[in-house]
């Protein structure tokens, strides 16, 4: 089979943050390689990428990311689930921001982190090379993964995201608590697969992102979204959504975000991953 001997502008960004956020260099060479691109083409492109050179990309999937309004955001500003009424904060349309308030009880934010505190180990991100999860120096939170429907209050929250969201539970990656300590951060990044890399199976490519924050912050520990001009600031029981997937398989670059340091205090934040397709 011929190999692929050209990258486009959308994973030349992931590698680029990828590679910020503290993955080495070696693994996304191997894991082009087994994508199929060229290995000199790999070596070559990660090398110029290391060392701040321009590379040249391919036009072939260079067409404008076009936005769709997910359903999220056909609902109005008050949304009514099974048990509790969840109010919209504030919109952006490109990238697709919603950030809401209500969307846990207080209550509940401290029983998730209860629930979380004797589990949490240094977080990971997956391995796009051996598909395993794995520490990078970008990510210096402590995090826990909850299993699908693991008990009650798991159950009642993939519920209400199901319904706020309109996609199934099944689309659900476990509920992650994330703990950041003063100074801990996760570098800018993109929540979605490198575009090169998706395979439809497990749910395919992720499409969009809840945070859920579960306490309130003293100083620092905003979610940041530095193309898009937008600082979230942590405040308990309240969220934020963004879409970043379309039904023609494109991704936004405008979706990179990070979590800034905390400066005072500390921060615990749950994440719903969402894929476009059930992973279960
Ligand atoms: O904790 C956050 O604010 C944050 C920021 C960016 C979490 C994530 N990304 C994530 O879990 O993907
Ligand atoms: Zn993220």
């Known amino acids: 089979m011929e190999k692929i001997m050209h990258i486009s502008s959308d994973l030349r960004d992931w590698i680029v943050q990828t590679l910020r956020s503290g993955v080495n260099p070696e693994s996304i060479v191997d894991a082009m390689i087994k994508k199929g691109f060229d290995a000199t083409f790999s070596y070559r492109t990660i090398l110029r990428i290391v060392g701040n050179q321009t590379i040249k990309t391919s036009t072939l999937s260079e067409s404008p990311y076009i936005y769709e309004i997910p359903e999220i955001g056909r609902k109005g500003n008050e949304i009514q689930t099974n048990d509790r009424i969840i109010h919209v904060l504030s919109r952006i349309n490109q990238p697709f921001i919603l950030q809401f308030e209500n969307l846990l009880s207080f209550d509940e934010c401290d029983e998730l982190i209860h629930l979380s ?15 395993l999860v794995k520490s990078v120096s970008g990510r210096t939170s402590k995090g826990m993964y909850f299993k699908l429907g693991e008990n009650h ?35 800018p990044h993109f929540d979605y697969f490198p575009p090169a890399s998706i395979s439809t199976h497990k749910g395919g490519q992720r499409i969009g992102t809840l945070l859920i924050y579960l306490n309130d912050v003293p100083s620092g520990g905003e979610t940041v979204f530095p193309k898009a001009g937008v600082s979230i600031v942590p405040r308990k029981g309240t969220a934020v959504y963004f879409h970043y997937g379309n039904s023609k398989g494109q991704v936004d670059r405008m979706s990179l975000h990070t979590s800034i340091p905390v400066l005072e205090g500390e921060k615990w934040v749950a994440t719903k991953w969402i894929r476009q397709g059930r992973i279960y």
């Open 117 to 131: 505190k004797g589990r949490l180990l240094p977080s990971q991100i997956i391995d796009s090379k051996t598909g």
């Open 153 to 187: 209050l798991i159950e009642t929250i993939e519920n209400r995201i199901s319904e706020l969201t309109n996609f199934p539970i099944e689309n659900g990656e476990g509920l992650q608590v994330l703990n950041y300590q003063v100074g801990e951060e996760y570098k």
